[in-house]
């Protein structure tokens, strides 16, 4: 993976759709709204691991709901 996406929803319009270097994504972990501490530390593992593709999709009903993608 060379870089991390974050998309934000809320109301069920998304409201945040970034794509990070992996560097800079590392940090901005814990600065995403609705993204929790142990939510981030899955993260971080499937980083560590290399892992790609989707790794983290949180649904908070109403529309609103988090999803972190390694690219």
């Known amino acids: 993976a060379t ?17 990070l270097p992996l560097t800079v994504g590392r940090f901005a972990l814990d600065r995403v709204p609705g993204l929790t501490g142990e939510a981030a530390d899955r993260v971080r593992d499937a980083l560590r691991v290399g892992m790609k593709g989707p790794v983290l999709e949180v649904d908070e009903g109403d529309g609103d709901g988090v999803r972190i993608v390694l690219e």
């Open 3 to 19: 870089a991390l996406r974050v998309e934000v929803r809320d109301g069920g319009r998304q409201v945040v759709n970034l794509r």
